[in-house]
């Protein structure tokens, strides 16, 4: 059994003191004439300290990484479910081997901390219960930022403290551990293909002889807060298929779950993805759709074989309103508002369906209407 994890409980890295690895490469001023490489300033040796936070991680939460009930409560507070992250720009703070890496601008923004397994059994406003305690039985750790490979060590330690428990069945554990291992291998991977610790020595080395005044920076971010429109090919056929055979594996073990492919052009704060994919659960069998959805910060927005939709949240990660029509069954208005985060919470969600009528839940206990 494991308990479920809620807005106010913190997520960590357990690795004593809440650190974890990172490649480094260190700010200008530079020496006229950059170190043989690899060499010690540019090795993946870099450690930093990450900030613990709230499962509710308001940057998280504006830029879609928080997963919440909107009816089901417990304490008088939202739970997480199935593939919640706490999300991008958790504090880091430069360790080793000093405060001057240049690569923190990217670790900040591009931060992740992520549950990896779900009860299947227990479903909470449709959707799966996270399961986010390291230190438990089975034991559900999230995984951390970190590299060159993700690492499967961090928890919500707090989660202990709450009282409403959810069973996993053992294929729900499978498959969360067989996604984990998936993901470690696919990351170390694709950091050999790109040479390993060596290639990026090199890469770096070479970056920063041709760099004039901190240009390198301006590359460094454009890669990755941009991206491209082309691929590697290679690459991104590997990371499909990983993708295909950990949701096949899901759906053998829970039955539940979803394979597919897609491409994304851009970036992860401005991009557009393209894909397809087929939705397989016990209840209904298989289903799919295929199409595009886009994000550019807080927004997002989908149209496919299955409806279009359009959303945005509050930039402090404060609430959010959606708008989605099904061609089958008409359009929802969902406004989901999250007010005193600091006093305990309160959430209040008004959900208007097809048919007009309207629903509202709030989590103050003499109107909630699925207290846990």
């Given at each position: 059994m494991t308990k479920v994890t809620i807005q106010r409980d913190i997520c960590l890295n357990m690795v004593v003191p809440l650190t974890a690895t990172h490649d480094f490469i260190p700010l200008p001023p530079f020496p006229p004439v950059p170190p043989p490489m690899?060499?010690?300033?540019?090795?993946?040796?870099?450690?930093?300290?990450?900030?613990?936070?709230?499962?509710?991680?308001?940057?998280?939460?504006?830029?879609?990484?928080?997963?919440?009930?909107?009816?089901?409560?417990?304490?008088?507070m939202t739970i997480c479910q199935m593939g919640h992250d706490c999300g991008k720009f958790i504090p880091h703070v430069q360790v080793a081997p000093a405060p001057n890496n240049t690569l923190t601008l990217l670790h900040i923004p591009l931060s992740s901390r992520k549950a990896n397994f779900s009860a299947s059994t227990v479903k909470m406003n449709g959707k799966q219960t996270a399961c986010m305690t390291m230190i438990g039985w089975p034991p559900t750790p999230m995984t951390y930022c970190s590299n060159p490979i993700n690492m499967p060590l961090a928890s919500a330690p707090t989660s202990h403290l709450n009282t409403v428990t959810v069973g996993m069945t053992f294929g729900d554990w499978f498959a969360g551990a067989f996604a984990i291992a998936a993901g470690m291998l696919l990351d170390w991977l694709m950091f050999r293909m790109g040479g390993g610790t060596k290639g990026f020595g090199q890469g770096a080395g070479k970056m920063i002889a041709q760099s004039r005044a901190g240009q390198y920076v301006y590359q460094i971010l454009a890669s990755n807060f941009i991206g491209s429109i082309t691929t590697d090919v290679t690459k991104w056929g590997i990371k499909q298929g990983v993708g295909v055979l950990t949701g096949a594996v899901r759906i053998l073990a829970t039955g539940e779950g979803e394979i597919g492919v897609s491409h994304t052009i851009g970036g992860p704060f401005l991009g557009l993805k393209l894909g397809v994919s087929a939705t397989y659960s016990s209840d209904t069998g298989w289903s799919g759709k295929g199409g595009a959805s886009g994000n550019a910060g807080p927004l997002t927005g989908n149209l496919d074989t299955s409806g279009a939709g359009i959303a945005g949240n509050h930039p402090l990660g404060l609430g959010s309103e959606s708008h989605s029509h099904s061609w089958e069954k008409g359009s929802t208005s969902t406004t989901t508002e999250i007010g005193d985060p600091f006093g305990g919470f309160h959430n209040r969600t008004t959900t208007t369906g097809p048919d007009g009528t309207t629903t509202i839940a709030d989590t103050r206990p003499s109107s909630v209407s699925n207290p846990l």
């Open positions: 690899p060499a010690a300033p540019l090795a993946l040796t870099a450690c930093a300290i990450e900030s613990p936070v709230n499962a509710w991680w308001p940057p998280g939460y504006a830029l879609g990484g928080n997963k919440f009930t909107t009816s089901v409560v417990h304490c008088g």
